[in-house]
Nanobody, 124 residues
Framework: QVHLVEAGGGLVQPGGSLRLSCAAS????????MGWYRQAPGKQRELVAK???????NYADSVKGRFTISRDNGKNTVYLQMNSLKPEDTAVYYC??????????????????WGQGTQVTVSS
């Protein structure tokens, strides 16, 4: 089991910056990738950015050049630096971790875990 705790959301004016963090605990050694998703009211949850254990990073087109994902493996923490924020970035941001772990029989399977979400509001 992996437990994810997010921090850093809040209210910011357009053009401002926020930094989100997500700390993993539990059996975090099974994690293969960590990332951030967001869900705005009335919309589906969407990928914002993801970073694998190997360092491969993917960003949504809408945040490229403005957001930066990074990971501190020593602290089991992933960060999302958000700059030049826009009102359309307003959403609940969720931390996600992909995990490859064994079941009771020792057979490995893929699963994922989610944080509780943190609200980001961009408004003047």
């Amino acid at each position: 089991q992996v437990h994810l705790v997010e921090a850093g959301g809040g209210l910011v004016q357009p053009g401002g910056s926020l930094r989100l963090s997500c700390a993993a605990s539990g059996t975090f050694l099974t994690i293969t990738a960590m990332g951030w998703y967001r869900q705005a009211p009335g919309k589906q949850r969407e990928l914002v950015a993801k970073i694998t254990n190997g360092g491969t990073i993917n960003y949504a087109d809408s945040v490229k050049g403005r957001f930066t994902i990074s990971r501190d493996n020593g602290k089991n923490t992933v960060y999302l630096q958000m700059n030049s924020l826009k009102p359309e970035d307003t959403a609940v941001y969720y931390c996600n971790a992909d995990s490859h772990e064994p079941d009771y029989s020792g057979t490995y399977y893929d699963t994922d875990y989610w944080g509780q979400g943190t609200q980001v509001t961009v408004s003047s």
